[in-house]
């Protein structure tokens, strides 16, 4: 399925760099999300953007900065990330409120070393 | 404290039988329930939803029940095929926003 894009789909770094995530959702969709599934844990939502507004940010470390500069398009930024922070990140895209399925990209599998 | 749970990490099915997964939830606050399929390096895949106004959705081989006093949900599937098999997890949501609440995963092998 090629509706949410994410980009790069691997990336290693080192606890002190700087590197973004992103996401593009060709969709028509309103609402945006970042999730995190680590390993042998659920899936994890981590922010909530609808019409390009931040509406959720669950618990998140300042760390994890996303950026929503309009509804077709996310960006997680990433700065001093801990080892924790190896994970594979989803983003995923709705039509907006209420009960409507999300679709999800295939990831960004993250390395901290 | 998991809110929705798939208490089977596993399941193995033959061919042409029916495949049944499980899940439960705590949070009577849940009015919309989803199953995802996922395949090795892919993200999750919508397969079917099921509204708390309703107990049961039907789509093809693919049938969700719903039981809201006991809390659980289940997705049958019937007749499995090799391809089905991949990790099912279940979602849950509600309110009026969009958050979904996910389980572990069941992992479902079905066997030629």
């Known amino acids: 399925e090629t509706g949410v894009t994410q980009t790069p789909r691997h990336l290693v770094m080192g606890m002190t760099n700087k590197k973004s995530l992103k996401c593009e959702q060709h969709?028509?969709?309103?609402?945006m999300y970042w999730y995190k599934q680590s390993a042998k844990k659920p899936l994890e939502l981590m922010f909530v953007?609808?019409?390009?507004?931040?509406?959720e940010n669950n618990s998140v470390p300042s760390r994890f900065s996303p950026e929503c500069p309009n509804s077709s398009h996310l960006f997680l930024h990433l700065h001093t990330l801990q080892p924790e922070d190896s994970a594979l990140y989803l983003c995923a895209s709705s039509p907006g409120q209420g009960n409507q399925p999300q679709h999800f990209g295939d990831g960004t599998r993250l390395s901290i070393l | 404290d998991q809110q929705v749970k798939q208490n089977s990490p596993s399941l193995s099915v033959q061919e042409g039988r029916i495949s049944i997964l499980n899940c439960d939830y705590t949070n009577s606050m849940f009015d919309y329930f989803l199953w995802y399929k996922k395949y090795p390096a892919e993200g999750p895949t919508f397969l079917i939803s099921?509204?708390?106004?309703?107990d049961k959705n039907e789509d093809g081989r693919f049938t969700v029940f719903l039981n809201k006093s006991a809390k659980h949900l289940s997705l049958h599937i019937v007749p499995s095929q090799p391809g089905d098999s991949a990790v099912y997890f279940c979602?849950?949501?509600?309110?009026?926003?969009?958050?979904?609440?996910f389980g572990g995963g069941t992992r479902l092998m079905v066997k030629p």
């Open positions: 953007y609808n019409f390009k507004e931040q509406t």
């Open positions: 969709l028509g969709h309103n609402a």
């Open positions: 099921i509204s708390s106004i309703k």
């Open positions: 979602a849950a949501s509600g309110g009026a926003g969009n958050m979904l609440t």
